[in-house]
């Protein structure tokens, strides 16, 4: 149909039920999308639990001609198994309601024009930390949005002012949450370039030397089985904040947030203990802290190489509110901070005995 479905086309569709309590939202909510400029087919495959995920992507839909994948492939002059590879990284399903849209073909189009100027499997795991990042922020945005602003907007309105909210979300917030984000990016982009660095010896990777830390809330396993969901929400946003404002404000890097475990990097030995010693002393849960100094592999965000491995059996073998630290955490931090000798332990992946200390608070 070229021109949106009236009422009788939609309940001949089985789209529209005339005679349902709610009869009246249905028909606002059916107009609003097609208003938004939806197909039958959208509708239908939306309705009729995720019409307001389809208003969501209609308010953000740029101009121009949507997609199916393989639609895409087809017409792309790039090498096919490329481009669904790229798609792939980026962390997009294959088939199902998300589609090229014109702003994605124009990425897929950039990132499939870089393995001219750079290595293929560079751009595919660049693509890959795109997608991964994009992600969690996604998924961290609309948790907050549905708590905050639908649920209580559900329940105190209509339907239909519920999808109308989420159509406002998308085509009026996100854009400046989008450049907010864009801004930040280009800051850490810049502060991250100052960083001295160094290559392995066949300079395949950027190397630092680093100290490398992991934090774990102790017990919390059982923590877990016991709180509510609430609860939980709350351990582990003190948690994550409490990690954050600690290495940041201690100049370090949080590298990541793994549930209840957070990992950090930081030049200075002495400031990695420090950090540590700070979220034992202020943390409402109790903590422990692994900690190893030396070289690093810096791979697409993340950290690799022996003392990362070091540092993550470390905290496993940290007693509860202590932290031990490798022999060249030691070592570097000379006489600046004392330590308590641990005997000569065996660790995962460690084929000999390893030497570690615990900081002595």
């Known amino acids: 149909?070229?021109?949106?479905?009236?009422?009788?086309?939609l309940e001949r569709l089985g789209l529209y039920d005339p005679g349902a309590p709610d009869a009246v939202d249905q028909l606002a909510v059916l107009r609003r999308l097609f208003e938004l400029g939806a197909t039958v087919d959208e509708v239908r495959r939306a309705a009729p639990y995720k019409l307001g995920d389809l208003a969501l992507d209609l308010a953000m839909r740029p101009p121009g001609e949507t997609l199916d994948l393989e639609e895409f492939v087809d017409r792309s002059d790039f090498d096919p198994s490329?481009?669904?590879?790229?798609?792939?990284?980026f962390g997009l399903p294959a088939?199902?309601?998300?589609?090229?849209?014109?702003d994605v073909a124009e990425?897929?189009?950039?990132?499939?024009?870089?393995?001219?100027?750079?290595?293929p499997d560079t751009v595919l795991a660049l693509a890959r930390v795109m997608g991964s990042s994009s992600?969690?922020?996604?998924e961290a945005l609309l948790s907050a949005f549905r708590v905050d602003i639908e649920l209580p907007q559900r329940s105190e309105g209509t339907w239909a002012q519920g999808v109308e909210s989420t159509v406002v979300a998308g085509r009026d917030l996100l854009p400046p949450f989008l450049d907010a984000a864009n801004a930040v990016f280009r800051r850490q982009l810049v502060s991250m370039s100052y960083n001295l660095w160094t290559t392995d010896p066949d300079r395949s990777a950027v190397t630092f030397d680093r100290t490398i830390g992991f934090a774990d809330l102790v017990s919390s396993t059982e923590g877990v089985r016991r709180a509510s969901v609430s609860e939980l929400a709350r351990m582990v946003r003190e948690f994550e904040e409490l990690v954050?404002?600690?290495?940041?404000?201690?100049?370090?890097?949080?590298?990541?947030?793994?549930?209840?475990?957070?990992?950090?990097?930081?030049?200075?030995p002495v400031a990695g203990c420090q950090i540590a010693t700070r979220l034992l002393d202020t943390s409402p849960q109790p903590v422990r802290v692994g900690l190893a100094y030396g070289t690093v592999i810096a791979l697409y965000g993340d950290y690799y190489g022996e003392t990362v491995n070091l540092a993550s059996r470390l905290v496993g073998a940290a007693s509860p509110s202590s932290v031990?630290?490798?022999?060249?955490?030691?070592?570097?931090?000379?006489?600046?901070?004392?330590?308590?000798?641990?005997?000569?332990?065996?660790?995962?992946?460690?084929?000999?005995?390893?030497?570690?200390?615990l900081v002595r608070r």
Do not use: Q, Y
């Open 107 to 119: 990425a897929l189009r950039f990132c499939a024009g870089m393995s001219g100027w750079m290595k």
């Open 244 to 268: 954050w404002e600690v290495v940041m404000s201690a100049g370090g890097r949080v590298v990541k947030l793994i549930g209840d475990e957070a990992m950090f990097v930081i030049e200075d």
């Open 82 to 89: 490329l481009i669904r590879r790229l798609w792939a990284a």
């Open 1 to 9: 149909m070229s021109d949106a479905p009236d009422e009788a086309d």
């Open 95 to 102: 088939e199902g309601p998300v589609r090229v849209t014109p």
């Open 135 to 138: 992600a969690r922020m996604a």
């Open 324 to 357: 031990a630290v490798s022999d060249s955490v030691r070592a570097a931090a000379g006489d600046r901070l004392a330590f308590d000798a641990v005997p000569d332990g065996n660790l995962k992946g460690f084929g000999e005995p390893v030497t570690f200390h």
